[in-house]
């Protein structure tokens, strides 16, 4: 049974530029959630896509955009990028729920110089 | 405000023995989850336990159990006979609605021979 799958690993930007971060839920969960994880600090809660829309959304601004595909499956965007974007982008899977436990993927750490 | 505090930024225990770690949380819902995720330097996080609000019983999985005290909005993590491999950070997390996790800041586990 496959875990939750993040692509790419790792990846490096420059400012202004913008990125796709793939994310493939855990077998048969159909909710998947994003966070940014700052070095040294807990995750932030981004947004969570259930049923192809986005249920939920945290304090971050409409540069951070999200898709989820009819597998599941989902992408995060992120436009014109800073250098406070830097930091590890966490995907999550769960059953769509409340209080449903969210299994975590490898991540993806992002260096925007 | 819903909030999680962790107090502890770093614990050092010897292998074999118990420890603590401390979670507060804040929140007015009647209906919430806990959480407990495990960090390795690896960075992916790795769900250990959960405790429901309604749950009469503290939760237990394997040698991790949560002291969940309600009325003192603490749920805090007991690990009995500690291994090497249990250093990492520990994250407490709270789930008010719809699978959001709210993260503490986390503390710093180090395990000694």
């Known amino acids: 049974d496959a875990g939750v799958t993040q692509s790419p690993t790792h990846l490096i930007k420059t400012r202004g530029q913008q990125v796709t971060l793939r994310c493939s839920p855990k077998?048969?969960?159909?909710?998947v959630s994003w966070y940014q994880q700052a070095l040294g600090q807990g995750p932030q809660f981004i947004f969570q896509y259930y049923e192809e829309e986005e249920r939920q959304r945290g304090n971050f601004p409409d540069r951070f955009s999200g898709h989820q595909f009819p597998n599941y499956s989902s992408e995060l965007n992120v436009n014109a990028l800073l250098l406070g974007d830097s930091a590890l982008y966490l995907c999550?899977?769960?059953?769509?729920?409340?209080?449903?436990?969210?299994?975590f993927g490898p991540g993806t750490r992002l260096l925007v110089l | 405000a819903q909030k999680i505090t962790q107090t502890q930024p770093g614990m050092f225990v010897q292998e074999k023995e118990a420890v603590t770690l401390d979670c507060t949380y804040d929140?007015?819902?009647?209906?919430?989850?806990l959480f407990w995720y495990k960090q390795p330097s690896s960075g992916e996080m790795i769900f250990l336990i959960y405790q429901g609000s309604y749950d009469q019983q503290n939760a237990t999985e394997g040698r991790y159990s949560l002291n969940f005290q309600k009325a003192r909005k603490s749920a805090n993590l007991v690990i009995s006979a500690s291994q090497l491999g249990d250093s990492a950070m520990y994250f407490c997390a709270m789930s008010p609605l719809y699978n959001k996790l709210i993260f503490g800041a986390g503390t710093r586990l180090a395990v000694h021979p």
């Open positions: 999550a899977s769960s059953l769509g729920g409340p209080k449903e436990t969210q299994y």
């Open positions: 077998s048969g969960h159909d909710t």
């Open positions: 929140t007015s819902d009647p209906s919430y989850g």
